[in-house]
Nanobody, 126 residues
């Protein structure tokens, strides 16, 4: 099993940067593909970024491509989401997730992930 704890959320202004962290525990973290999703009030959960278990492949939707960067540090059992040039529409609860089915057509779906964190709130003011 994998336990996930997100941190780093907060209130920022448009154009600012923020880095989210996802600390993982459990022996399977090193072999897990990791993803970040977000959910705004009244909206469905949305894919934000994914990184393969090796760290060698990443994937982003067009809405965040060029602004967000996902990375992982296996020594620290941590996944990061660096968010730059934040916009008010980035406001949401951000969730970290762990799964094990790396295909770009699959990792965009929440069903590809077996384990989820509790989420961290990101609010971007205009």
């Amino acid at each position: 099993q994998v336990q996930l704890v997100e941190s780093g959320g907060g209130l920022v202004q448009a154009g600012d940067s923020l880095r989210l962290s996802c600390a993982a525990s459990g022996r399977t973290f090193s072999s897990a593909d990791m993803g970040w999703f977000r959910q705004a009030p009244g909206k469905e959960r949305e894919f934000v970024a994914a990184i393969s278990w090796s760290g060698g492949d990443t994937y982003y939707p067009d809405s965040v491509k060029g602004r967000f960067i996902i990375s992982r540090d296996k020594a620290k059992n941590t996944v990061y989401l660096q968010m730059n040039s934040l916009k008010p529409e980035d406001t949401a609860v951000y969730y970290c997730a762990a799964g094990g089915a790396w295909r770009r057509s699959i990792v965009v779906h929440s069903t590809a992930y077996a384990y989820w964190g509790q989420g961290t709130q990101v609010t971007v003011s205009s």
